[in-house]
């Protein structure tokens, strides 16, 4: 699977607000407060994207990481569970996510901010732990790093040269 970008402008999109925070910056005047948001965005039908976003009032900062996170969009693997093929740990920083394929009626066993990507990913049933630092932002790019980085049974066949039943058994 290609990790290119991805046109999101047909594709219906989803997105949630993991995190916004207040940022201060003392200056000889006094305080200058403004705003952070971190935004996941998806179709809850295999690409997902995350976006930063800063600025002097709230709405602002999240129409800005909006953006963000429409221009950072990946195809991640989802298969017929509704699952991961494999599992996987994503890293990003010092965050750790750990990742499993989960078997049908377990639905999404995951932390906050890994639980918004892999919900806005399409994912039905998977399970995470979260490892490591607990910074959101670090968490969601952890978490997107890791099921970038998993492919699917038919590249890895495609790539050696064999068939999907010789690599799964």
Do not use: C, W
Not at 79 to 93: M, Q, V
């Amino acid at each position: 699977m290609k990790h290119n970008k991805i046109d999101a402008s047909q594709m219906e999109l989803f997105d949630n607000v993991v995190a916004i925070k207040r940022v201060t910056k003392v200056v000889k005047g006094g305080r200058n407060m403004r705003f952070a948001a971190l935004i996941v965005v998806g179709d809850r039908n295999g690409h997902v994207g995350a976006g930063v976003g800063k600025a002097a009032e709230i709405p602002e900062a999240i129409r800005k990481a909006k953006d963000d996170a429409i221009k950072n969009m990946v195809a991640v693997p989802i298969n017929e569970n509704g699952s991961i093929p494999y599992g996987y740990t994503g890293e990003f920083g010092s965050a750790r996510v750990l990742l499993k394929s989960a078997p049908e009626g377990t639905g999404i066993i995951a932390g906050g901010p890994a639980r918004s990507v892999l919900d806005l990913a399409g994912y039905k049933n998977i399970r995470t732990k979260s490892l490591g630092s607990n910074n959101k932002q670090n968490v969601v790019l952890a978490t997107i790093e890791g099921l970038k980085a998993i492919r699917d049974p038919e590249d890895i066949a495609r790539l050696r040269g064999k068939s999907v039943d010789e690599i799964l058994n």
